[in-house]
Structures are given as C-alpha cells and as structure tokens.
C-alpha cells in the first residue's frame, strides 16, 4: 500500500478569495492609495506564487502582505509558467478560474522588454531576475539558485527573509 502525500486542495471559496484579493488590490493601485512611503517594488517567483495559491504557509502570507502593502510586478513569462505549473499539479482546476487568474494577475504585468543579459545556472530564472532588475524590484523567491545568487542585484529574499523585514 502506497503512502499518499497529504496535500491541502484549494477550495473554490479559497480561488473566489484570491481572484477577489488580485482585483482589490489592482484597483487600489490605480488610485494610488499605497501613499506609506515605505511601498516597495516586488517580483514574486513562480514557485512563490504556485505555494501560496496550491498550499498556503509562508508563500500564501507573503503574497497577501505583498498584495497589501507593496507594488507587486509581474509578467506575463510569470503569469504563463504559472498557469502551465497550476495545470500540470491540478488538471482538473477549472479553466474559467485560470483565465479570470491570468485576467487579474495581467493587471499588474509590465510590458515585456528586450531581457538584460543575466548570468545564472538555470536559463528560466533569467526573465525573472531581469523583470526585477528593469524595475528596481525585490525579488522573492523559493529557488535556491536565486537565493545563492552571487551578484545579489537585485536583492534576493526567501519567503521567510521577507516576513522577517517586512512583517515583524
């Protein structure tokens, strides 16, 4: 008999939450109602995202303070890994919550530019420490790779780094 992974499924309530968190914070945006000036630009990493959308924990409250309190940056190389990752671990998700996800999440998406030249190990992580890079951004992310990231520009933070600074 096989040992199954107990892994917490996202309710439908849970995707409406979100979707209505995404929509609510793109709004307060346009206003411009984020005046504190301690309003920081953040990239959040696929598998950040994927986390805090499929499991919850650290990825989940990082992405709800980032939604919050900060100017959240995406793209749509971001927006598209992350679809396809939703679909790969949750084939039955349904498609009219990945296409009002791509819709909300397209809000904060910035234009796609020619990708600065950034050295990594893994060719996929450049399009993202690029995007953080053009905007002066954080980026948060759970790869190791990133987060031993030798240049360290732009800064490089773990979902429990950022909880440190941000949230205590």
């Known amino acids: 008999m096989k040992a199954r992974k107990l892994v917490r499924q996202v309710s439908s309530s849970q995707r409406k939450k979100w979707l209505l968190l995404l929509q609510n914070s793109a709004e307060l945006t346009e206003l411009g109602s984020n005046s504190k000036s301690s309003v920081h630009r953040i990239v ?29 940056i995406m793209s749509e190389y971001i927006i598209d890994e992350l679809l396809v990752n939703i679909k790969k671990r949750r084939p039955k998700t349904p498609h009219k919550w990945l296409k009002s996800l791509r819709s909300s999440l397209s809000e904060y998406s910035e234009s796609e ?36 990231y030798p240049e360290a520009k732009p800064p490089i933070l773990s979902t429990a780094e950022y909880i440190e600074l941000f949230m205590q």
């Open 44 to 72: 959040i990493d696929t598998n950040v995202l994927l986390s805090a959308l499929l499991f919850g924990g650290k990825p989940d409250v990082v992405a709800r303070h980032v939604l919050a309190e900060h100017h959240l």
């Open 113 to 148: 530019v020619d990708a600065l030249i950034i050295p990594s190990r893994d060719i996929n992580d450049d399009p993202i420490v690029s995007l953080a890079l053009r905007h002066k951004a954080i980026l948060v992310t759970g790869d190791k790779d990133l987060l031993e």
